[in-house]
């Protein structure tokens, strides 16, 4: 098996061996502290999320290049109630395979966001959740039902989203010992 993982400050990804030996990584030429997140899907595509510009990449598998999947309005930030001069938009990322879809957190402007894979090219793009319960979204993962886990950093909540509703419920908090998980 290989790890992956990602250093936002020089906009790379580095695959290790299990072992710990560094096997290859990606200059991904994106912005300085704009690379925040990773998902893979079935067939080895990774996508990565950038931040500042709202945006999805595709890098497909066996390639090293990065090619944009999407950038849409509703995976940019508000630079207004941003704690740095940029927008953080784009951040948490978790592919479905069940539903060949791609759910990506938006932090700032709270929401999860479902963008359909159609083999490689982005599909419809839908709000799949929001309100300020999910303000700084930061972590994803789907669970054996296909509803979405949130881990929400700036309210120390973690949430499941019901995926048929889209109602979030908050399933652990600051009273459980979290403090600005991710």
């Keep these: 098996g290989m790890l992956f993982t990602t250093d936002p400050y020089q906009g790379r990804i580095f695959a290790f061996d299990m072992d710990g030996n560094l096997l290859d990584w990606l200059d991904t030429d994106l912005p300085p502290g704009s690379l925040t997140g990773m998902a893979f ?82 599909g419809a793009v839908s709000v799949l959740s929001s309100g300020e319960n999910l303000r700084g979204a930061d972590g994803l993962s789907i669970d054996r039902r296909g509803d979405v886990i949130v881990v929400s950093n700036f309210n120390s909540t973690v949430s499941v989203i019901d995926r048929d509703t889209g109602v979030a419920e908050i399933i652990a908090d600051e009273s459980d010992g979290l403090l600005f998980p991710s």
Excluded: H, K, W
């Design 41 to 122: 899907d079935d067939d080895g595509n990774m996508f990565i999320t950038e931040s500042i510009s709202g945006s999805v990449y595709r890098v497909p598998a066996g390639s090293n290049e990065r090619e944009l999947f999407i950038q849409d309005a509703l995976l940019v930030g508000d630079v207004a109630v941003s704690p740095t001069p940029f927008p953080i938009g784009a951040n948490g990322i978790v592919y479905d395979d069940q539903a060949d879809t791609i759910l990506v957190a938006n932090s700032q402007v709270p929401a999860v966001i479902e963008i359909e894979d159609n083999c490689g090219s982005a």
